[in-house]
């Protein structure tokens, strides 16, 4: 006995039982129902045939970014609000990061993390987020202090960059964040 031929392209039509397999090669009611359904179906086959880009920054659509921030803990630099801190009201910094830069961030946090309260883990993230190479962190001798050296170039990131080395560096060390060529400071 030869296999009935099915409707085509029925993907819910492979999963019933096979007395409505039978029938709906012969049954319109049922075809029609089945077209609904799949029709039904569609927007969410496509939310589960790209699921494997949500936790992915470098393709998440740019909706989800602060989703994922918070999942690595960047929460505190990219959403603005009292979570933020102190003067955290007078610029929006979720705006004031690129989502470019927000991805980089979210794709570097392991490592990040991993260096944080170090010279290279706070340099690293100050380029990061600002997209700027260049900072220096010097360490004052006989004091928990340091001293940022931030390029000219984003001299004008100043209050996202007083965020991150408060947010980043140990919390027994105080801090200052200068902008090179400014204070007398040439280096």
Do not use: C, Y
């Amino acid at each position: 006995m030869a296999e009935p031929v099915r409707p085509s392209g029925s993907k819910l039509l492979k999963v019933l039982p096979e007395v409505f397999q039978v029938a709906a090669d012969t049954s319109s009611p049922l075809q029609a129902l089945l077209a609904v359904a799949e029709d039904m179906h569609e927007p969410v086959r496509q939310v589960l045939d790209r699921i494997h880009t949500v936790p992915d920054p470098g393709r998440a659509p740019s909706s989800l970014i602060p989703f994922l921030s918070r999942w690595v803990d960047l929460d505190w630099l990219t959403l603005p609000g009292p979570a933020a801190g102190a003067g955290s009201g007078s610029i929006p910094v979720a705006s004031a990061i690129p989502i470019s830069r927000q991805r980089d961030l979210i794709a570097a946090a392991a490592q990040l993390s991993a260096r944080r309260g170090t010279v290279d883990g706070l340099t690293r993230f100050l380029h990061l987020a600002t997209g700027v190479p260049g900072f220096d962190v010097e360490s004052v001798p006989g004091a928990f202090h340091i001293r940022v050296l931030v390029p000219a170039e984003a001299g004008g990131q100043l209050e996202l960059i007083r965020r991150i080395v408060k947010g980043m560096k140990p919390a027994h060390v105080t801090d200052e964040v200068q902008v090179r060529g400014m204070n007398g400071d040439d280096a």
